[in-house]
């Protein structure tokens, strides 16, 4: 069998050969670069807590940050934000304004979970901790909705998503719109709310998509073979 390229194949086959080939070597970047945000992260999130600052400054390099502060919880008016699931059992996150001893503006806290029996803070008033305290937490900053996620309800108090704004009005506080706290305190007098067992959780198929644009580079190049190979 000789091997007898045809001049049209050829034009299309080099050019798509070098896009797969481009498109594989890119998604390996994105790879690399991926896996050192993915430990950046993950480190700064491991970090022993450092104060959160007044004005924090450069947001990127808070997220995912390790803070602590100190405040009083304005309990009279917490958010339920639903759809929330612990260890297989439905319920909501509460979501409630911390007043920060130093500072103007209230800053938001996910105190974590509780089901759906609990979820009037009538239910749980041990919880509902009063005077100063110190919240330590893992700042995540504010999303806005997904394609499909749904609307907010703030009348029935149904939060899919966490809307500053929105809660800021209904609450009558001037709160920080930019960023919000998880806390992960799980020692709450009474039970609940759990805190939230944080994990870093960012999507990472580059690899995969490497693997995917190399084997079609390698198909095409196989079925271009094969295709001019002729008889002596």
């Not at 309800?153 to 500053?164: Q, R, T, V």
């Amino acid at each position: 069998m000789a091997f007898r390229p045809k001049l049209v194949p050829t034009l299309f086959t080099i050019p798509a050969l070098i896009a797969l080939l481009a498109l594989g070597s890119w998604q390996v970047q994105r790879l690399y670069w991926k896996d050192a945000l993915i430990d950046k992260l993950q480190s700064r999130s491991s970090a022993a807590a450092t104060e959160l600052p007044v004005d924090p400054g450069d947001l990127d390099a808070l997220e995912y940050k390790r803070v602590s502060t100190v405040g009083r919880f304005d309990h009279a008016n917490e958010f339920h934000l639903v759809n929330r699931s612990l260890n297989g059992n439905p319920g909501v996150h509460i979501i409630t304004p911390l007043i920060r001893a130093d500072g103007d503006a209230a800053l938001l806290v996910n105190r974590g979970w509780v089901p759906f029996d609990k979820k009037l803070s009538s239910q749980r008033a041990s919880g509902q901790i009063k005077g100063l305290v110190k919240v330590e937490g893992i700042v995540r900053l504010v999303k806005g909705p997904g394609l499909f996620t749904p609307k907010n309800e703030p009348k029935k108090n149904f939060w899919f998503f966490i809307d500053p704004l929105s809660m800021a009005r209904l609450a009558k506080l001037s709160v920080e719109p930019r960023y919000y706290l998880v806390d992960g305190n799980k020692a709450v007098p009474g039970g609940f709310p759990i805190g939230r067992q944080w994990t870093l959780k960012i999507r990472n198929d580059h690899l995969q998509y490497a693997i995917t644009w190399y084997a079609l580079t390698i198909a095409l190049l196989a079925i271009y073979v094969l295709y001019h190979r002729r008889p002596e």
